[in-house]
């Protein structure tokens, strides 16, 4: 790598060769729209907004695929650039059906912003897209091909990124199309939806049914979240990560209406237990199959039943914490408080799309209900905030309601070894008289695998093997050699839950590990 | 005199439309290291009103499959280095592949069909590698270039059927500085010619016996892409992939003409870029409504050859552009 000089609309820069003019554009805040350009993606140059010019070349460039040279001069914002993207991003506008109202994506619409800045046409064109169709994929994700706007992040997203390729692109031209591969199989982690940048690709929402019954007055509405939005909300009002913003949340969710919040620490301890006692069993009694496979993320489980269900018994039995603790909620302090179960709405917000369909398995129903009635994603969240003129970042602070008398701090669930921390430490708990705090886990990166770490351990005599994948796309690499291993914990997402499918856009490499920073005060290795 | 130093003589430029110098692609790819490398023998002929690689094909296929194996010895004398494709639409492979296979022998030359449905972009040079690749047929992002890195990552030498043609008569001393000229549409003696590279139209349509009687205007070039012309304008050299059509003025200075244009280049493109699938559909609605908007008629195809991703964006810009200018200027006054 060497350093050069090029000039950006006359101002000189120093930069390093190995970068696009729109990498050396952004670090030094000169602004360049473009829709297709992700940095968690290979370079595919196909919306052609991010146009400039570069003196002595006889066409434009596209600044998301152009390295930059020794000496070129460009331009982003002559002439024939604006007359070029704007056009562009008319003709983008033009394939892409507003459905403004109601869309989640409007807390931080690009298109919108785009349209505003440079002042697009949006009435040459009629609407070409009118009768595509909607995919739905289970309750959790869906494709509206409406509002395509043909950039293929989706499709990154899926084969590239998590190696599921459960979506294709059919037909050319016009009539070309993001369809789902057959009736099953996608893993609903919503990595397509986090990726688009228009809501074509996203959550099926539950925020109009929460709001409905906020609304009833029969109705207790109870709110149950996990650490990951407070990691990651504030990006959507444009607040810095050093605001722990939890009491903010819950401040929010009151302002919402609810009329109780909780977080999800003891469904964790609950989840935690019974993973501990599971892995126990089949260590030392030997009653089930080794590896044991973590089951706290529903794409996960979801990947194993449908991809590789010779795989099924090693899932653990344990429920996942929103799960235990919605039940909790609505067999316990339904009876404490004297409630009818019937009218108790469990409202599970997260940083995922997954969860959508996890609430739907009916082997989670505890006396005919189920545990959680509905799943929010960070996106919606912040949506309910703003629709209801609730400027986070002002709230005053307020704590969670106790659901029991002394609440001891609970590991973090579902983040980088967050579980498998938990329940090694109950397994040693379980397995000495004496207390002894665990050595923290000495995890390596596993070569050529991103998201895959693997740590030896021992616990009493026993030695254990195990592995954290934050990540599916590496998946197959795993369960190719799963005998290496005594414990595999899963998260379907790039980074775990922080990188979760329902969390806000942009998601990108960086803003995970920003994320992380905040939630842990450093990146877990 | 090696191989190269003769091509580089004789001067050759490729004949699939791009012109491009042969003897720089050909010691391009020569001069990557690689353990394996390929040749491409581009013979999808998809450029509608051309038919010239087909009549090689036909004729002299020995000549064809000859200028092959010229470019695998260049490249290399080591045979498990090196693999050639001829890449050919399935008219032509049902037609000649039985004198194909006869030429081929067992030298290493695949014959490879393009697939139904791959289209005109099925002929570019980047689309074809995936094609064969079994993927998506689309144009690939430029750089890396097929030269350093093309069918599977290796370098790839991919010529048109002509130029290999060229190619073995340079080997053995028989170039003349001629071409392949394809003349069709409305006129007598229509056919594949082989004359003079540097004939103009107005000689090569005087040789052939082929000046209408009646007012006319020319499309150069391809009946897609090529640059449209009228009769005072033929002083020029026959430019692209060497062809030209003859279109009666009474029958065809008219709108419908532009329409039919735009709806090949509507069904042909591949849709990966917004300016090409998005432009030229807009571009068609526009033509066919009542009133014309005519500036943003220009500005899109402005914008099409300004920004498309592959060369398919300007291919439309030119006959559309040129026709309007040469041919029917008034259009705007009557729509
Ligand atoms: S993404 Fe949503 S908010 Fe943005 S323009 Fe489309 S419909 Fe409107
Ligand atoms: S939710 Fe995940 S598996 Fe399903 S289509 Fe989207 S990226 Fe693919
Ligand atoms: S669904 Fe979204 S991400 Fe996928 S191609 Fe369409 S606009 Fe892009
Ligand atoms: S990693 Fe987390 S956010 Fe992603 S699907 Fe699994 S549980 Fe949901
Ligand atoms: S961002 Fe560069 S072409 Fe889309």
Known sequence: ?525 | MDILSKIKQADLVGRGGACFSVAKKWEAVKNVISDKKYIICNASEGEPGIVKDGFIIEKYPERLIDGIKIAIDFLSLDSSKIKAYLYINNKYYKKYYKKLSQSIGNLPIEIFVKQSGAGYIGGEESSLLNAIEHKRIEPRLRPPFPTTSGLWGCPTLINNVETFYNVSLVNSGEYRNSRFYTIGGDCFNNGVYYLSDNFTIQEILEKTNNIPDFPFFVQVGGNASGEILNSSQLKESVGGAGSITIFSLEKYQNKKFIENLLEFFVNESCGKCTPCREGSFRLNEIIKSEKVDWQLFFDLIENLSETSFCGLGSALAAPIKSFIKNVYPQINEKY
């Open chain 1, 1 to 525: 790598m060497k350093n050069i000089k090029i000039k950006i609309n006359n101002k000189e820069i120093v930069c390093s060769s190995e970068q696009t003019i729109m990498q050396v554009a952004k670090k030094n805040n000169i602004d360049i729209p473009g829709l297709c350009n992700h940095s968690d993606f290979s370079v595919k140059a196909n919306c052609r907004v991010c146009v400039v010019e570069i003196i002595g070349r006889r066409n434009l460039a596209t600044s998301c695929s152009t390295k930059v040279e020794d000496g070129m001069e460009i331009k982003t914002d002559t002439e024939r650039v604006n007359k070029a993207r704007n056009l562009n991003i008319e003709l983008i506008f033009a394939e892409h059906i507003e459905k403004c109202p109601n869309c989640i994506w409007r807390v931080n619409c690009q298109l919108l912003d785009l349209a505003k800045k440079y002042k697009i046409k949006i009435n040459r064109f009629k609407d070409r897209k009118s009768k595509r169709k909607i995919y739905k994929f289970a309750n959790a994700i869906e494709i509206d091909g409406s509002q395509c706007i043909d950039c293929r992040n989706c499709l990154d997203a899926c084969s590239f990124m998590q190696n599921i390729n459960y979506l294709q692109l059919v037909g050319k031209g016009t009539t070309q199309e993001v369809v789902p591969v057959g009736k099953d199989g996608c893993i609903y982690c919503g990595q397509c939806a986090v990726h688009c940048p228009v809501g074509a690709a996203q959550e099926q929402t539950h925020w109009e049914m929460v709001e409905k019954a906020l609304k009833d007055k029969g109705k207790i509405v109870v709110a149950q979240f996990v650490p990951q939005i407070s990691a990651s909300i504030g990006e959507e009002f444009g607040l810095s990560y050093d605001k722990n913003s939890t009491s903010q949340i819950v401040s929010g969710f009151r302002q919402l209406g609810f009329n109780y919040v909780f977080d999800v620490n003891l469904g964790a301890d609950m989840t935690i237990k019974t993973e501990a006692e599971d892995l126990l069993k089949r260590l030392i009694k030997k009653e089930k199959k080794l590896s044991m496979f973590s089951s706290c993320c529903p794409a996960w489980v979801k990947y194993v039943e449908f991809y590789r269900s010779e795989f099924i018994s090693n899932l653990t039995k344990a429920r996942s914490p929103h799960i235990n603790n919605g039940g909790f909620i609505k067999t316990y302090l339904a009876e404490q408080l004297k409630i009818d179960t019937k009218k108790i709405i469990v409202v599970s917000i997260m940083p995922c799309t997954a969860k959508k369909f996890e609430i739907t398995r009916q082997e989670l129903k505890i006396n005919n209900n189920f545990p959680v009635d509905y799943v929010l994603t960070t996106r919606e969240l912040a949506w309910l905030f703003k629709k209801n003129n609730i400027e986070f970042g002002k709230l005053k602070n307020s704590l969670v309601d106790s659901l029991r008398n002394n609440d001891n701090i609970t590991n973090v669930c579902s983040v980088n070894g967050g579980v498998m921390g938990a329940v090694l430490c109950k397994m040693q708990d379980l397995l000495c008289d004496e207390k002894k705090i665990i050595n923290v886990l000495d995890f390596k990166d596993v070569n050529g695998l991103v998201g895959v770490k693997e740590a030896k351990i021992k616990i009493a005599d026993k030695i254990l093997r195990v592995a954290i994948i934050n990540g599916i796309g590496n998946i197959k690499q795993i369960l190719d050699k799963v005998e290496d291993y005594d414990y595999i914990e899963v998260m379907a997402c790039p980074d775990g839950c922080v990188g979760g499918g329902g969390q806000p856009i942009p998601t990108t490499f960086e803003i995970r590990q920003k994320r992380l920073i905040s939630l842990f005060g450093h990146v877990v290795k």
